[in-house]
């Protein structure tokens, strides 16, 4: 009979318990439940707006991709760049369409267009190598404006990953600037550096031996 009251008195405490703390605990799993319900559903949806980006950039990329664009062409290929960026604005897709978008207004001579694009990647990209990218193309742009002072200043910003290139488009600008001894350290580093990394730079060589026969006529 102790037994059975012992038995008795445990089944009533965990009655007891239940009424006290049941309705708390069901709550809890429901919460849990719901919080990982969410957060399979946010998972869905992100995965969902990157598969939706990624297309449109393949569709910008097939378009661009053509030896020769039409009206039609040109057209779309500004619409897919808004939706892009106005929609997955700060993803790997709308940085990779703004530059595209810069590169497309550069061949239609639309240079404000074309560094509003590349300012938008400088001013807003989380990854640094395409904000690189941006810097040196927005770089090349301000040079061919006759703002070469602006574009030294634009450089500063450009990442080591891309030392190379950086050094090449300086001198460039050096060179612009009627700076003889500059550009020829900073097309030599430009050498050197892509020697070191194993990224061939075309064309600096080229601008080394043409910087010495100028300075042989002077």
């Known amino acids: 009979m102790a037994e059975l ?11 007891r318990w239940w ?18 319900f969410g957060w399979n559903a946010w998972q869905d949806y992100q995965a969902g707006k990157a598969e939706a980006a990624s297309m449109r950039y393949q569709q910008l990329l097939d378009l661009t991709g053509q030896d020769e664009m039409d009206e039609q062409a040109r057209q779309r290929a500004d ?4 939706e892009i960026t106005d929609e997955h604005g700060k993803t790997l897709y709308a940085d990779l369409a703004r530059l595209l978008d810069a590169r497309l207004a550069v061949e239609a001579g639309d ?10 990647v400088v001013e807003g990209s989380e990854r ?14 301000q040079l061919a404006e006759g703002s070469a002072e602006t574009a030294l200043t634009t450089l500063e910003g450009v990442p080591e990953a891309l030392a190379a290139q950086r050094a090449e488009v300086r001198g460039d600008v050096q060179h612009a600037l009627g700076r003889a001894d500059q550009a020829r350290e900073a097309w030599r580093e430009a050498l050197t550096l892509a020697d070191e990394r194993d990224q061939p730079l075309y064309g600096v060589q080229l601008k080394l031996d043409d910087l010495g026969a100028e300075e042989a006529t002077l």
């Open 5 to 15: 009251r012992t038995e008795e008195e445990q089944l009533e405490a965990i009655k």
């Open 19 to 36: 009424k006290e703390n049941g309705t708390s605990l069901i709550a809890g799993v429901v919460i849990a439940a719901a919080g990982v």
């Open 79 to 82: 619409e897919l760049v808004g």
């Open 111 to 120: 240079r404000e267009r074309a560094r509003a694009a590349l300012e938008a």
């Open 128 to 141: 640094d190598y395409l904000e690189g990218l941006a810097r040196l193309r927005l770089a090349r742009l």
